[in-house]
């Protein structure tokens, strides 16, 4: 059974905004590197976005470099991903992972440990 758990996803018109949210119960953030990561229908999972364990490196995907912002809530357990300028491309589930690793990098690859069960964005008018 996942221990992480994603909400926050939806219908959304072209050009709206999101913010998927990923509840890590039980973990110490700050000590995991975090992964957002989408895959569309008929196509392979790919990274979107990850956060180093230290805070300090990020890494997104050129298709969503300057429109998706991660960030993590350590106090709370929560990682969130906001999205805006969304596009009918963004189309996809939305999956949350989590590196059991400390250090300031991170990977848009299937380095992770722990994935989340996922949530639907639909991007569409």
């Known amino acids: 059974q996942s221990q ?22 039980g973990r110490s953030l700050d000590y995991y590197a975090i992964g957002w990561f989408r895959q569309a229908p008929g196509q392979e999972r790919d990274g979107v976005a990850c956060l180093s364990s230290t805070g300090g490196f990020t890494d ?7 429109r998706f912002t991660i960030h993590r809530d350590s106090a709370n357990e929560m990682i969130y991903l ?3 300028n969304l596009k009918p491309e963004d189309t996809a589930v939305y999956y949350c992972a989590l590196k059991d690793q400390y250090g300031n990098h991170c990977y848009l690859n299937a380095w992770y440990d722990i994935w989340g069960q996922g949530t639907q964005v639909t991007v569409s008018s």
């Not at 050009?15 to 509840?23: E, K, T, V, Y």
């Not at 997104?60 to 300057?66: H, L, N, Q, W």
Request: hydrophobic content about 35%.
């Open 82 to 84: 906001e999205m805006n």
């Open 60 to 66: 997104y995907a050129d298709s969503v470099k300057g």
């Open 4 to 25: 992480l758990v994603e909400s926050g996803g939806g219908l959304v018109q072209p050009g709206g905004s999101l913010r998927l949210s990923c509840a890590a119960s």
